[in-house]
């Protein structure tokens, strides 16, 4: 990417640093801790372990700086009626002049400061690199309690758009017990700008949450984000994401099972073409008996795009019984594209099912043959098994991802 405002790499962080205004508002403290945590360590590199595979070549090309507020642009898509949508990158409170949905309330000032990081802590990510970066440049965290069962879908929109654009987004969710909450989170980039996304969830007993991430960026966007979840007995997480379009993109989801008897769901899809590189490293770690975990990581790499899946799963001693599955399921488009895949499971527990597997295919010949021998063109019948190739995961967004049509979105038919 031609910046004129880009600097060198080994003084990227010192730059960005000084880039930002002096902390202030409600996470100044958080302000200092991620700066000061930054300023003590260079770039992530590629002779650590979990950052082999990523270059970070397109983050230091750009230039980030805070963005002032926005007002929403006119979008094309309209929420659907049973989803309430909130504008994060609106000027003032974020809830100013909202009706938020019964069972969504909330959490005072004191109830931040005491919850906020706490799930960092829990799934062992608080001083991640992407994390810090995070903390250094927020300004403010949407902070909800859930009570009971909330009806329509909570849409959290972010948009950064253009050169030197930052955008940081922090998002802290307490579901009490049995408490029910569906989520759409949509992070969108264009230009040469940055999107920065944290996210913890506290999961009390019986409650469920259903979390969908679309994350659709356009040109030299980078994306980093970061999902952490603890769960306690008998509640539920069904997570779900979906990215396309970043030059860079790396989203981490960390799950802790406090004490065993939880179930999670983690679906994930991601296609990287021209020269993207799309990085997802998962964490699920089982503290107690009787965990489940299903999860499901599909990628697509075409021209000399490259894709990334570190699924890390954790089964110490206590948690006997544990029944966990992770499939890994990839589509390599071109010679010249690449595909990473590794899974890491640490077993312990003498009394338990883990399966895992992993796939790097091409598109099934006798398929196309069969499409092509009805009429089809080459390229229309790639189409279609590409479509239900991504099908699989799309349709366990929550529905109200239909609006911002994804799947023609991913596959480049808008």
């Known amino acids: 990417m031609s910046n004129s405002a880009a600097v060198d790499a080994s003084n990227w962080v010192t730059t960005f640093l000084e880039r930002l205004p002096a902390p202030a508002g409600p996470l100044e403290a958080v302000q200092w801790r991620g700066r000061e945590a930054l300023s003590r360590q260079a770039l992530p590199s590629r ?19 805070p963005a002032a ?32 949905p019964a069972g969504l309330s909330p959490l005072s000032p004191e109830e931040v400061q005491l919850a906020l990081g706490h799930t960092l802590a829990a799934c062992s990510c608080e001083q991640h690199w992407p994390v810090e970066l995070n903390q250094a440049s927020a300004t403010r965290v949407l902070a909800l309690r859930v009570s009971g069962a909330v009806a329509p879908t909570l849409e959290l929109v972010s948009q950064a758009a253009g050169d030197g654009v930052l955008r940081p987004v922090r998002v802290l969710l307490l579901l009490e017990e049995k408490a029910s909450l ?23 007993r019986e409650s469920t949450l259903r979390h969908g991430l679309l994350a659709l960026g356009e040109g030299q966007a980078c994306f980093f984000g970061h999902l952490a979840v603890e769960q306690e007995p008998r509640s539920r997480l069904e997570s779900t994401s979906a990215s396309h379009g970043w030059a860079l993109s790396r989203f981490e989801p960390r799950v802790v099972q406090v004490d065993g008897d939880a179930t999670t769901s983690l679906k994930a899809l991601q296609l990287a ?36 899946f570190n699924g890390a799963v954790k089964v110490p001693r206590a948690a006997q019984r544990t029944n966990a599955s992770q499939l890994s399921r990839n589509l390599l488009l071109s010679n010249q594209a690449r595909i990473d895949t590794k899974p ?7 009394d338990v099912r883990c399966a895992h597997g992993a ?38 967004l929550p529905a109200a991802a239909a609006a911002w049509r994804p799947l023609q979105r991913l596959l480049g038919e808008d």
């Open 47 to 65: 002779r650590q372990e979990d950052w082999r595979f990523t270059d970070l070549g397109p983050l230091t090309a750009l230039a980030p700086a």
């Open 182 to 204: 569906e989520v759409l989170q949509v992070q969108l980039g264009s230009g040469g700008s940055l999107s920065s996304l944290v996210i913890e969830a506290q999961l009390g």
């Open 359 to 396: 796939t790097v295919s091409r598109l099934q010949t006798d398929e196309l043959f069969y499409l092509q021998s009805r009429g089809l063109s080459a390229a229309v019948a790639a189409g279609l098994l590409k479509r239900g190739f991504c099908d699989e995961v799309l349709r366990a």
């Open 273 to 308: 073409d021209g020269q993207q590189l799309a990085d997802t490293h998962s964490r699920v770690e089982f503290r107690g008996p009787e965990g489940r975990l299903d999860q499901l990581h599909k990628a697509i790499a075409d021209d000399r795009g490259r894709s990334v």
């Open 69 to 100: 507020a926005s007002e929403p642009g006119e979008w094309p898509e309209q929420p659907s009626a049973a989803a309430v949508r909130l504008w994060l990158d609106a000027p003032g409170d974020l809830l100013a002049g909202q009706d938020l």
């Open 344 to 350: 890491e499971l640490e077993i312990v527990a003498d």
